[in-house]
């Protein structure tokens, strides 16, 4: 089948070609990503494979469909992206890759969290200044310690494995709860329960109209005086103007993000000689307790052969029978 492959990096272009031997389908692939400026770019292509900051609202949808586009193969979990309602209006299917090395985010996680703790990225450039004083990088030990983990599913679970290992008291809040998670020891609790009581708290849910700025004022407010919070799922669950005036005020002691509201304008460019105009974003960076990578969660060679895989799987499906398993409608927004 023609492909046409939005926001390819050359990371994609490898792991997709390496994986097409397999499938030979017709790749191509374009550097931009999709949105209502570049769709003439993919005319004429009958699939689509987009990643998570491609634009595939209802203008974009409806002139993919006039264009010829039958499929969207998202090569990634989260489909908060794509307006559903509107694809399924257009006769668009789309289909995604659900799961592909759940422990790959799980660790970039732990990664966060143990370098906030210890400062390793504040220790790493004072050493390399020939600076050896350890004013302001005092940490504390994860065992014993209360991490909330807030939805608890592929993700969640694989962080919480981990964090049972380093001998963490998990509280848990999903409303699907998973039997695998209390089977490790973390037990549910409502949301009010888990923010009063969790040092740490990890969110693993996906964006939803219900958890699109799950943590707002009010939320934070409820939470123990220096939690550190960590967001791996999506940047909007977090109200990113209440977490700084919770960063200003100490209530918030410590701030690790892999995603942000307003990513899709920065991250996965090198935007290093350019002055960035979103002030919040910069606001966030001044802050000595703050750690943000740019969506790098997922970025293991394992993850991106199995997306690539996947995704082309996917393909292969939709072209010879119409239907995958990895489809995702509405019904899937819980
Ligand atoms: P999953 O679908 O296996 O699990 C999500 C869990 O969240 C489910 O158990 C669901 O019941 C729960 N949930 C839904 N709404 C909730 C709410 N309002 N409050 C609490 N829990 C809620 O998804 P998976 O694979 O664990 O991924 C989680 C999220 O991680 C994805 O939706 C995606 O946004 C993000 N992600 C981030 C990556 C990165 O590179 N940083 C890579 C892959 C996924």
Same mark, same amino acid.
């Given at each position: 089948?023609?492909?046409?492959v939005c926001?390819?990096? @050359?990371?994609d ?7 097409n031997?397999?499938?030979g389908?017709e790749? %191509?692939?374009?550097?931009?990503r999709l949105?209502e ?8 292509? @009958? ?9 595939l ?5 409806a002139a ?7 499929? &969207? ?10 307006d ?5 209006r257009?006769?668009l ?10 422990h %790959? ?29 350890l ?6 030990e994860?065992r ?7 939805g608890?599913?592929r993700i969640?679970?694989?962080t ?10 998990l ?7 998973? @039997?695998e ?12 329960e ?7 708290? %990890? ?7 219900d958890?699109f700025?799950l &943590?707002?004022t009010a ?18 669950v ?5 977490v &700084?005036?919770?960063?200003? %005020?100490?209530?918030i002691?410590?701030l ?5 509201e ?7 460019q090198d935007?290093?000689?350019?002055? &960035? ?20 969660g997922?970025?293991t ?5 199995s ?28």
């Amino acid at each position: 089948m023609k492909v046409a492959v939005c926001s390819a990096h @050359p990371y994609d272009r490898r792991f997709l070609q390496e994986a097409n031997t397999t499938y030979g389908h017709e790749l %191509s692939f374009f550097d931009a990503r999709l949105s209502e400026e570049t769709r003439q770019m993919v005319a004429g292509f @009958p699939a689509i494979c987009a990643f998570v900051n491609d634009t595939l609202n209802d203008a974009v949808l409806a002139a993919l469909a006039q264009q010829g586009t039958r499929l &969207i193969a998202l090569r990634c979990a989260g489909f908060n992206n794509v307006d559903l309602a509107s694809a399924a209006r257009h006769g668009l299917r789309v289909v995604r890759v659900p799961a592909y090395s759940p422990h %790959s985010v799980a660790e970039h996680t732990l990664a966060l969290i143990l370098a906030l703790n210890r400062k390793t990225h504040r220790a790493y450039n004072r050493v390399r200044d020939g600076n050896f004083s350890l004013d302001g990088l005092l940490g504390f030990e994860l065992r014993g310690r209360t991490v909330g983990i807030i939805g608890t599913g592929r993700i969640g679970l694989a962080t919480a494995e981990i964090l049972r290992g380093f001998g963490c008291r998990l509280l848990a809040h999903d409303p699907y709860p998973a @039997p695998e998670c209390s089977a490790l020891g973390a037990e549910y609790v409502t949301l009010d329960e888990l923010y009063r009581d969790s040092d740490l708290i %990890s969110l693993h849910c996906p964006l939803t109209q219900d958890s699109f700025h799950l &943590i707002n004022t009010a939320a934070i407010g409820k939470m123990k005086r220096g939690v550190i919070l960590i967001n791996t799922s999506r940047g909007a669950v977090i109200d990113s103007l209440a977490v &700084i005036a919770g960063l200003k %005020s100490g209530h918030i002691g410590g701030l690790g993000l892999d995603v942000y509201e307003q990513e899709g304008d920065l991250f996965f460019q090198d935007l290093s000689c350019q002055v &960035i105009q979103d002030d919040v974003f910069e606001r966030l960076l001044s802050f000595p307790n703050v750690l943000i990578t740019g969506h790098q969660g997922f970025f293991t060679a394992e993850a991106l052969a199995s997306i690539a895989h996947t995704t082309l799987h996917n393909v292969s499906l939709f072209e010879q029978s119409g239907a995958c398993p990895n489809e995702v409608t509405s019904a899937l927004v819980r």
